[in-house]
């Protein structure tokens, strides 16, 4: 599968300083002057570049899907936000699977991203399916994620590997970090839902129970637990004062599991994590945990609410990095 780099800004950037010396020199301007203008037409070009919200982009076949180029232990996947209806990959022909989409995810996404970039100056990485759930649901095994459709499974598999490549890179260059699966539920209840492959029955169990090996050794944060800078507790990490529900709770965001909602009631609806969550957190190994965010549908439809949430959501998360992985959140080079 072909992935093809877009760097247009710094690419019209060159141009136009190449244009410019040449420019200048027919103009039979001396050296120091043209050095000067050169550098006060490249500072903004750079500055521009840095703060792109795209940053590099890397585009998959047909843009289904998209990859924005990280910098920091943080990959956010976005499999339900997509619009793209081709005709090339037509409607699954599953009758009882899910196909709506998680309204504004992509968006949601993208802007937790600028605003961590302008808090930190880092960029998470972020993977979006832009293909239509009703074409593709990569939140499935690849059978039932393309029913069947050869193209479909070709961008499933795109979309796998470039959050498998990003957990890579991640591992590779900082030792550890933290997954997140963005998507977006209708429940009636207006709650965050936190995934952490835990079922609804699991999590009314007490701490000592779900302390125990037997949960801990499927958990999507497995890492985390075997390894944490205040050795907390499963328990602790899912439902404690430090864990995601209770920050996003402090935030004003109702939340399950946390301090406050420790685990939805019998026969409430909850989203435990899915196969994202599954493959890509710890579960099965290695350094990168995965926690499968669900946001409700009130606050995703609501503009003025969405940017507050997705500021609030950017903080958060870089609270948790602080709190669990990175206290000096310094990830090097910018
Ligand atoms: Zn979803």
Same mark, same amino acid.
């Given at each position: ?88 990959i037509p ?99 207006k709650r ?22 037997? =949960? ?46 420790? =685990? ?54 870089i609270e ?10 310094? =990830?090097?080079?910018?």
């Amino acid at each position: 599968m072909n992935i093809n780099e877009i760097g247009e800004l710094e690419l019209a950037g060159l141009f136009f300083v190449m244009y410019l010396s040449k420019k200048m020199n027919n103009n039979n301007m001396n050296s120091t002057k043209h050095f000067v203008l050169i550098c006060f037409f490249l500072l903004p070009i750079n500055i521009l570049a840095q703060s792109d919200s795209s940053g590099i982009k890397l585009l998959g076949k047909e843009g289904y899907i998209e990859v924005l180029q990280g910098n920091m232990p943080l990959v956010i996947s976005i499999p339900h936000g997509g619009y793209l209806l081709p005709d090339e990959i037509p409607e699954r022909p599953c009758s009882n699977c899910a196909k709506h989409q998680d309204i504004f995810t992509i968006e949601i996404g993208i802007a937790i991203r600028n605003s961590i970039f302008q808090m930190t100056g880092f960029y998470p990485y972020v993977v979006i399916n832009n293909l239509h759930r009703t074409r593709l649901d990569p939140n499935r095994n690849v059978g039932e994620a393309a029913d069947g459709n050869k193209n479909a499974e070709l961008v499933w598999s795109e979309f796998q590997n470039s959050i498998d490549t990003a957990n890579a890179q991640v591992t590779k260059r900082f030792g550890k970090g933290l997954y997140i699966d963005l998507h977006g539920h209708r429940h009636d209840i207006k709650r965050t839902e936190l995934g952490y492959l835990l079922s609804s029955e699991e999590l009314q169990l007490e701490d000592d129970f779900l302390n125990s090996e037997s =949960f801990v050794e499927y958990s999507s944060i497995r890492n985390l637990i075997g390894k944490n800078l205040h050795s907390y507790s499963y328990s602790e990490l899912v439902r404690g004062g430090s864990s995601l529900g209770s920050l996003l709770e402090e935030k004003g965001y109702p939340c399950v599991p946390s301090l406050k909602q420790p =685990f939805p009631k019998p026969e409430e609806p909850y989203f435990s994590g899915g196969y994202n969550t599954t493959r890509h957190g710890s579960s099965s190994g290695g350094t990168i945990d995965g926690i499968q965010i669900e946001l409700d549908e009130n606050l995703r439809s609501d503009l003025k609410k969405r940017d507050k949430l997705t500021t609030d959501l950017a903080s958060v998360l870089i609270e948790y990095l602080k709190i669990h992985y990175f206290p000096e959140f310094d =990830f090097g080079s910018k």
